[in-house]
């Protein structure tokens, strides 16, 4: 069966470099239409897309913090990685991996982790 | 603020039914991007409840009904219970910022 899990530190000091894994299974990325992304959600807040990156390497960052963000995939072990840099208090928030399986960068969500809470603070 | 807009809150008493807008524009929804609807426990990952306007995963009830029209869309809970109290958000594709988007959310009370 299909599963995500997210994980990384729990606490990062700001202006520094926050690196997240989904490691998954039941699943490749090599396989045609599946892509991966990152989902964030501040506490108490609305979610707020980050990042896709697909099977054929294509990947897309959230406008507003591309220039903060890199996605990268490992197919060989089935992971993810997100980097988000020079990170402020404004960032903390429950981060999700989540899957699309139709190809189209719009598509839904149809499997997610279970989210791992990153807490920015000195 | 969201690129989608939902109303904050919504609330209804258990056996009654409830809508739940989500409102874009010419760059999302009426570009024709198909629109998605999540529901979120407390506590809990989202889980898609509608894909593609009005599609439902298999395992979700036939009281959530999805529907589009030009910019705007509709999620509607017949029937409430008590377990149907969470939030609920919509999501959808923006041309103009080349990435995914999700409404503000909507919390659901059963009264």
């Known amino acids: 069966q299909v599963t995500l899990r997210e994980s990384g530190p729990a606490l990062v000091i700001p202006t520094q470099t926050l690196t997240l894994t989904c490691t998954f299974s039941?699943?490749?990325?090599?396989?045609?239409?599946?892509?991966l992304s990152w989902i964030r959600q501040p506490p108490g807040k609305a979610l707020e897309w980050l990042a896709h990156?697909?099977?054929?390497?294509?990947?897309y960052y959230n406008t507003f913090l591309e220039t903060r963000l890199t996605i990268s995939k490992d197919t060989s072990k089935n992971q993810v990685v997100l980097t988000v840099t020079n990170v402020d208090p404004v960032d903390t928030a429950t981060y999700f991996c989540?899957?699309?399986?139709?190809?189209?960068?719009?598509?839904?969500?149809?499997?997610w982790g279970q989210g791992t809470l990153v807490t920015v603070s000195s | 603020h969201s690129v989608l807009m939902q109303p904050p809150s919504v609330s209804g008493a258990p056996g009654q039914r409830v809508t739940i807008s989500c409102t874009g524009s010419?760059?999302?929804?009426?570009?024709?991007?198909?629109v998605h609807w999540y529901q979120q426990l407390p506590g809990t990952a989202p889980k898609v409840i509608i894909f593609v306007n009005s599609n439902r995963p298999s395992g979700v009830p036939d009281r959530f009904s999805g529907s589009k029209s030009g910019t705007s869309a509709s999620l509607v809970i017949t029937g409430l219970q008590a377990e149907d109290e969470a939030d609920y958000y919509c999501?959808?594709?923006?041309?103009?910022?080349?990435?995914?988007?999700f409404g503000g959310g909507t919390k659901l009370t059963v009264l």
């Open positions: 039941g699943f490749s990325l090599k396989t045609t239409g599946m892509c």
């Open positions: 999501q959808s594709y923006d041309s103009s910022l080349s990435g995914v988007v």
């Open positions: 989540a899957r699309i399986s139709t190809g189209n960068y719009g598509g839904d969500f149809d499997f």
């Open positions: 010419s760059s999302n929804l009426g570009a024709g991007y198909e």
């Open positions: 990156i697909c099977w054929n390497d294509d990947f």
